[in-house]
């Protein structure tokens, strides 16, 4: 195997390396917005009731 491929192959797994850690050390912070999401669900519903029933009358 030539030494140039070699290196290539190593920068790309250091590039999916760093991509990857990056997208795993976010998932707790996508989870915690979720969380947040759902645990608001009925006041985000009620808010939207009230704009619907406004923009219909």
Not at 5 to 32: R, V
Not at 48 to 54: E, L, N, W
Request: avoid cysteine.
């Amino acid at each position: 195997m030539d030494l140039s491929q070699l290196a290539d192959s190593l920068d790309d797994y250091s590039t999916f390396g760093g991509n990857i850690g990056t997208a795993l050390q976010e998932i707790p912070n996508l989870l915690k917005s979720i969380i947040e999401f759902f645990q608001d669900f009925g006041g985000n519903t009620d808010e939207t009731s009230g704009y619907f029933d406004a923009l219909s009358s």
